[in-house]
């Protein structure tokens, strides 16, 4: 089995496994000098992707925001069914799907999958816990829903601020970034949605604030009954979430992973953390 899958989307025909280390993209692609296109990044297990359909529509949503002509839903079943095909069933994986606009001088939109295993360092996350400390995005809470130029809500592959973040979070000693508005509102991760507890009530912020709404925070307040609390979307600036039972980032490919530290101030892992990550159904 491969330690990296790369699968290329041919049009009227099967997808390809093209073998790692052989090119995908042309140079003049417009994702790559523009970072202009879309994807989505799945976690793979039992060989399988979870919340395919949910990526999927959130996919088409940031496409059509982008006015960009994703292909139709069966080519991009067909693509992740190949690449999950060619990943070793026992392994946890991270599938992307990524569609760009294609090359400069115009011609179809490019479209491929990667499956790659996850960083030991991000699944002991599941367990240690992340320390995070906030970072002011510069834009008030309600400035994307009013500018759908700043993109609020979509999935890009202009991540690179998003990295530069998580890099100056590595560079004071921590392990990510909360992003807040220039109003102090909680917004989210760079590339996870925060989640918390307040007694009875598991709650995330609203898609209005511009954040990217989160497949597995919906997944897991779709089942919040399941342990017992009431699922409910709110503003929160972070004294919020120093006072919370318990806060977590949520991913595709971390799971749930509890915060225990923001801004230098100790959290308190929840003991409700095991029975959330078994909701989503990630290994410890
Ligand atoms: C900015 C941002 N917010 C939230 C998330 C979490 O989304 P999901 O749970 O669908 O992986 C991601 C994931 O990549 C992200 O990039």
Redesign the pocket.
Known sequence: MLDRVLVISVPGGPPRVVPAGEPLLRGDDLGVLRGDGVFE?LHVRSGRPFLLAE?LDRMARSAERLDLPLPPVPRLEALADTACGAWAAHREGALRLVCTRGPEDGGEPTLFATVAGIKDALRDQRRAGIRVVTASLGVTADARDGAPWLLGGV?SLSYAA?MAAQRWAAAQGVDDVLYVSSDGQVL??????VVWRDSGVLATVPDSTG??P????AHLLSRAAELGLTAELRMAVPADLLAADGVWF???VRGVVPFTELDGKPLTVDPLTPGLRDLLGYPA
């Open positions: 990044t990526h999935k998003n989210e991760g760079p590339t996870s949605t954040i990217l989160g497949t597995t925070a949520a991913s595709s």
